[in-house]
């Protein structure tokens, strides 16, 4: 992606992958678009590793809500990318104007990530 250097991208996508499997674990078989992880409360991105790509947009001259968007885009295809190299299995699917995507537990996992008897909260 340009606009980023190499260590930030590497940041940006372990920063990702750590959301996708907290919301894996948090909210199992529960679908998550990427507005689910870092949108809503969690819009405001300064000092995490996604401040760049906002950075990055208005570096570009993007008004502050095109660049918003533009990074929000970026991201997009950077969640793809991460989830695409993840050794889990995620379906994929659009609606709403986003992509969704939901874990596919595989068989051999199954009752592996539940939490042990009398841990639960």
Known sequence: MRGLTQPQRDVID???HGA????????????FAVRDLVGGL???WRGTPLQPLFDKHRRENSPPD???KAAGRDLGW??????TRDA???EATRRDRAT???WIEAADTAGVYDEPPGTAP
């Open 14 to 16: 372990a920063f990702m």
């Open 20 to 31: 996708v499997y907290c919301w894996v674990k948090n909210r199992r078989g529960e679908p």
């Open 42 to 44: 969690n819009r405001d």
């Open 66 to 68: 095109e660049a918003r």
């Open 78 to 83: 950077i969640v793809k990318a991460v989830l």
């Open 88 to 90: 889990r299995t995620f």
């Open 100 to 102: 969704f995507y939901r």
